[in-house]
């Protein structure tokens, strides 16, 4: 747990009734404590509020689960609320209970006035109570290399998954064996009910999709409007939609070396996309050699970078961070993004909720000759980030609590539903999108033709941004179009970034051995390859937006 604050193996705490207590959900109505929020801060003009809510630990125990309570906010309805939307921003392990106030001041005047905005942290993730967390010490940087170029050094990777794992399953207790999207689906609504609504309006992003779509199949009566934007492939388990998104996650890196080739003459690090990539790359082994701040390795140089394959906005600061370190031995700007969008031991709670859901939701290979295998086969394909992404869920292979079957989505008794994706969207390929339409008869696809970021609607697109407000706040879908691989609406993209060098950031002191160029060397290819994971992709963007 979180500063192993809230043991769950059947003590009680503030968040766990004594074992054998009696857990029900909460009656339709049974209504919420809402008070001023603590820890959250909304943009001027908008209005917070936090609750909590106890729901089972087992939904399937009855009266004899333990309890874990859900943190929760709302933006109220500044008129009569006729109706509640749920929103969600991906994970799993990622609170939510931000993304209430981003998502009402994205709402037209009308929708503001009619609609309770409510965002909640998923069991054991944020402010619900117990929470996952493991080891912070496991993303203390420097990190071992990505990439293994020896067996030694894959057996240091592995062991260390193992660790971790271990470690996880001596702070996570009982709540480690209920995790899944399932639990968190069941929770969905438990807090419907103690909202008093006998149905409800729900905006899922990324892994919310997969939640959102989890829910609607559960309890699709419970459902008003759904709409579920960047969608995660309803057919692939966790391990096989790893191995696909590294592959995505390559092409849309593929796509912001190519901007900043033909931006070269803001940036000078290369006039084709392949120079610029061979640049990145010979940072990065010159990074292996000497750490930058004696904290910013090839791994931390990996878990920053990742986010140019979630959002194009972040492009324009990560080339520059680049550019300052491989054209002028500048590392202040790299210090500035690793600080702002890399991974720290502060990260621990989200990787181990994001473990504790991925890990159970379905079974993951225990050999791990498979992982080898399939570690090798996915870097030679996709180098950016396909040993990154095998060590982020290696856990898995050796995680304490049993996996259930993966959930088959079922859409059809679903009223109506709205899909938005983007092409260019690399943690969810556009492909996630085309198989959830086909599990959802009634559903509309609008796909944003050419955009290059994880996360479409409100995000600025006035095409898109219009279907999604429309079938919010009427019902109204776009007309069918025909097949479901294809949009039902197909909107223009929103324009590519356009280059900046921000002004000069200050110098710091570390900065690479100077004997080690960080010139125009190509990448190394000793080793066995370079890495990414299924990182809960709203903890991406929220890095961008700090």
Same mark, same amino acid.
């Given at each position: 747990?979180?500063?192993?604050?809230?043991?769950?193996?059947?003590?009680?705490?503030?968040?766990?009734? @004594?074992? !054998?207590?009696? $857990?029900?959900? #909460? %009656? =339709? +109505?049974?209504?919420? &404590?809402?008070?001023?929020?603590?820890?959250?801060?909304?943009?001027?003009?908008?209005?917070?509020?936090?609750?909590?809510?106890?729901?089972?630990?087992?939904?399937?125990?009855?009266?004899?689960?333990?309890?874990?309570?859900?943190?929760?906010?709302?933006?109220?309805?500044?008129?009569?609320?006729?109706?509640?939307?749920?929103?969600?921003?991906?994970?799993?392990?990622?609170?939510?209970?931000?993304?209430?106030?981003?998502?009402?001041?994205?709402?037209?005047?009308?929708?503001?006035?009619?609609?309770?905005?409510?965002?909640?942290? @998923?069991? !054991?993730?944020? $402010?619900?109570? #117990? %929470? =996952? +967390?493991?080891?912070? &010490?496991?993303?203390?940087?420097?990190?071992?290399?990505?990439?293994?170029?020896?067996?030694?050094?894959?057996?240091?990777?592995?062991?260390?998954?193992?660790?971790?794992?271990?470690?996880?399953?001596?702070?996570?207790?009982?709540?480690?064996?209920?995790?899944?999207?399932?639990?968190?689906?069941?929770?969905?609504?438990?807090?419907?009910?103690?909202?008093?609504?006998?149905?409800?309006?729900?905006?899922?992003?990324?892994?919310?999709?997969?939640?959102?779509?989890?829910?609607?199949?559960?309890?699709?009566?419970?459902?008003?409007?759904?709409?579920?934007?960047?969608?995660?492939? #309803?057919?692939?388990?966790?391990?096989?939609?790893?191995?696909?998104?590294?592959?995505?996650?390559?092409?849309?890196?593929?796509?912001?070396?190519?901007?900043?080739?033909?931006?070269?003459?803001?940036?000078?690090?290369?006039?084709?996309?392949?120079?610029?990539?061979?640049?990145?790359?010979?940072?990065?082994?010159?990074?292996?050699?000497?750490?930058?701040?004696?904290?910013?390795?090839?791994?931390?140089?990996?878990?920053?970078?990742?986010?140019?394959?979630?959002?194009?906005?972040?492009?324009?600061?990560?080339?520059?961070?680049?550019?300052?370190?491989?054209?002028?031995?500048?590392?202040?700007?790299?210090?500035?993004?690793?600080?702002?969008?890399?991974?720290?031991?502060?990260?621990?709670?989200?990787?181990?909720?994001?473990?504790?859901?991925?890990?159970?939701?379905?079974?993951?290979?225990?050999?791990?000759?498979?992982?080898?295998?399939?570690?090798?086969?996915?870097?030679?394909?996709?180098?950016?980030?396909?040993?990154?992404?095998?060590?982020?869920?290696?856990?898995?292979?050796?995680?304490?609590?049993?996996?259930?079957?993966?959930?088959?989505?079922?859409?059809?008794?679903?009223?109506?539903?709205?899909?938005?994706?983007?092409?260019?969207?690399?943690?969810?390929?556009?492909?996630?999108?085309?198989?959830?339409?086909?599990?959802?008869?009634?559903?509309?696809?609008?796909?944003?033709?050419?955009?290059?970021?994880?996360?479409?609607?409100?995000?600025?697109?006035?095409?898109?941004?219009?279907?999604?407000?429309?079938?919010?706040?009427?019902?109204?879908?776009?007309?069918?179009?025909?097949?479901?691989?294809?949009?039902?609406?197909?909107?223009?993209?929103?324009?590519?970034?356009?280059?900046?060098?921000?002004?000069?950031?200050?110098?710091?002191?570390?900065?690479?051995?100077?004997?080690?160029?960080?010139?125009?060397?190509?990448?190394?290819?000793?080793?066995?390859?370079?890495?990414?994971?299924?990182?809960?992709?709203?903890?991406?963007?929220?890095?961008?937006?700090?």
């Amino acid at each position: 747990m979180v500063a192993l604050a809230h043991p769950m193996a059947g003590e009680a705490s503030a968040a766990t009734a @004594p074992p !054998g207590a009696a $857990a029900d959900p #909460p %009656a =339709v +109505g049974a209504g919420l &404590d809402w008070a001023a929020c603590t820890d959250l801060e909304a943009p001027k003009g908008i209005e917070l509020e936090c609750a909590t809510l106890p729901v089972p630990l087992d939904h399937h125990a009855g009266g004899r689960s333990a309890v874990v309570e859900i943190a929760l906010s709302r933006v109220p309805a500044r008129a009569e609320a006729t109706d509640a939307l749920l929103v969600n921003p991906g994970g799993p392990g990622s609170g939510g209970r931000f993304l209430a106030a981003r998502t009402a001041g994205s709402l037209p005047g009308d929708l503001r006035d009619s609609y309770d905005v409510i965002g909640f942290d @998923p069991r !054991g993730t944020g $402010a619900s109570t #117990p %929470a =996952v +967390g493991c080891d912070p &010490d496991y993303f203390t940087a420097p990190r071992p290399d990505s990439v293994p170029a020896t067996a030694d050094d894959e057996r240091l990777m592995v062991k260390r998954s193992r660790t971790y794992a271990e470690a996880c399953e001596r702070t996570g207790g009982a709540l480690l064996n209920h995790m899944r999207t399932t639990d968190s689906a069941h929770d969905l609504d438990a807090i419907r009910a103690a909202l008093g609504r006998e149905r409800i309006d729900y905006l899922g992003y990324s892994y919310g999709t997969y939640l959102g779509g989890v829910y609607a199949t559960l309890y699709p009566e419970r459902v008003r409007r759904l709409v579920l934007d960047s969608v995660v492939h #309803p057919d692939r388990s966790w391990y096989q939609g790893n191995l696909a998104q590294s592959r995505s996650l390559e092409a849309a890196a593929g796509r912001f070396f190519d901007w900043v080739a033909r931006h070269d003459s803001a940036y000078g690090l290369g006039d084709t996309a392949e120079e610029v990539a061979g640049r990145y790359y010979a940072t990065r082994e010159a990074l292996r050699a000497r750490p930058v701040d004696d904290r910013i390795g090839p791994t931390e140089l990996e878990s920053t970078f990742l986010v140019a394959a979630y959002a194009a906005q972040a492009w324009p600061f990560l080339a520059s961070a680049l550019a300052d370190l491989s054209n002028d031995n500048r590392p202040a700007r790299l210090v500035s993004a690793f600080d702002r969008m890399g991974e720290s031991p502060d990260h621990d709670p989200s990787f181990a909720a994001y473990l504790a859901t991925e890990c159970t939701d379905a079974p993951w290979p225990r050999s791990w000759q498979r992982w080898r295998t399939d570690a090798r086969g996915v870097h030679a394909d996709a180098p950016f980030l396909g040993w990154y992404n095998i060590w982020y869920n290696a856990p898995c292979a050796f995680w304490p609590a049993e996996p259930g079957e993966w959930f088959q989505v079922d859409g059809e008794r679903v009223e109506n539903a709205l899909l938005v994706h983007a092409t260019g969207d690399g943690p969810t390929p556009v492909g996630g999108a085309y198989a959830m339409h086909r599990r959802f008869p009634e559903a509309r696809l609008v796909i944003e033709d050419g955009g290059l970021s994880h996360g479409v609607a409100l995000r600025g697109n006035t095409c898109v941004d219009d279907a999604v407000i429309d079938y919010l706040r009427e019902g109204r879908l776009p007309d069918a179009g025909g097949t479901p691989d294809g949009g039902d609406l197909v909107c223009g993209a929103r324009p590519e970034p356009e280059p900046r060098k921000p002004s000069p950031a200050p110098q710091r002191q570390a900065a690479p051995d100077p004997g080690v160029s960080l010139g125009s060397a190509p990448p190394s290819t000793s080793g066995a390859s370079a890495g990414f994971p299924v990182i809960p992709a709203i903890g991406a963007l929220a890095r961008i937006n700090r």
